[in-house]
T-cell receptor, first 113, second 115 residues
Framework: DVKVTQSSRYLVKRTGEKVFLECVQDMDHENMFWYRQDPGLGLRLIYFSYDVKMKEKGDIPEGYSVSREKKERFSLILESASTNQTSMYLC????????????FGPGTRLLVL | AQSVTQPDIHITVSEGASLELRCNYSYGATPYLFWYVQSPGQGLQLLLKYFSGDTLVQGIKGFEAEFKRSQSSFNLRKPSVHWSDAAEYFCAVGARSGGYQKVTFGTGTKLQVIP
């Protein structure tokens, strides 16, 4: 069974802290994605990666960075957390071709105080 | 650039009634279209997808969707809703952008099922 896991289900951090969200997939997928989900806004793409050490900005990359040192792992980094980054963060992976399904992790709900 | 519109934020149906969730997309070429479902506290799961062939697509859990190019629509249907279908539903359009896969999601429709 395919699986995407995220390091935490819930996180509480303080403004200015550095935050790491980790995502691991076991399907040998080339593509990995980070989204944030907010009520009424749906899913918005933060960053994606199509190969190890490669990354591309999505629609809302400001305030975030990413790292992909191994094919199975994709990390999202909030360099200095702010209250407007309180959100649900979803990781997904997919094979390379455009028509392929994305497989999602359960999400990390982040609260920044 | 592609875009997706889900005009209904929230829908309530009675258990056993039929369901149709609307989705309109904007994309210049033939799109790749998806419907995902998100149960409370969970990630998204694929219900069905369309990228070519028969315009009526069957998915899991008894759902189907019809691609209508003339209307730029990809509406999701189910003939008889079960209480377990209460969830949020997302339509998405995929396209190749700069050599990469890019999927754009709609804002979602939250489905409430009443007894």
């Amino acid at each position: 069974d395919v699986k995407v896991t995220q390091s935490s289900r819930y996180l509480v951090k303080r403004t200015g802290e550095k935050v790491f969200l980790e995502c691991v997939q076991d399907m040998d997928h080339e593509n990995m994605f980070w989204y944030r989900q907010d009520p009424g806004l749906g899913l918005r793409l933060i960053y994606f990666s199509y190969d190890v050490k490669m990354k591309e900005k999505g629609d809302i990359p400001e305030g975030y960075s990413v790292s992909r040192e191994k094919k199975e792992r994709f990390s999202l980094i909030l360099e200095s957390a702010s209250t407007n980054q309180t959100s649900m963060y979803l990781c997904a992976s997919s094979p390379r071709t455009v028509q392929e399904t994305q497989y999602f992790g359960p999400g990390t709900r982040l609260l920044v105080l | 650039a592609q875009s997706v519109t889900q005009p209904d934020i929230h829908i309530t149906v009675s258990e056993g009634a039929s369901l149709e969730l609307r989705c309109n997309y904007s994309y210049g070429a033939t799109p790749y279209l998806f419907w995902y479902v998100q149960s409370p506290g969970q990630g998204l799961q694929l219900l069905l997808k369309y990228f070519s062939g028969d315009t009526l697509v069957q998915g899991i859990k008894g759902f189907e969707a019809e691609f209508k190019r003339s209307q730029s629509s990809f509406n999701l249907r189910k003939p008889s809703v079960h209480w377990s279908d209460a969830a949020e539903y997302f339509c998405a359009v995929g396209a190749r952008s700069g050599g990469y896969q890019k999927v754009t999601f709609g804002t979602g429709t939250k489905l409430q099922v009443i007894p």
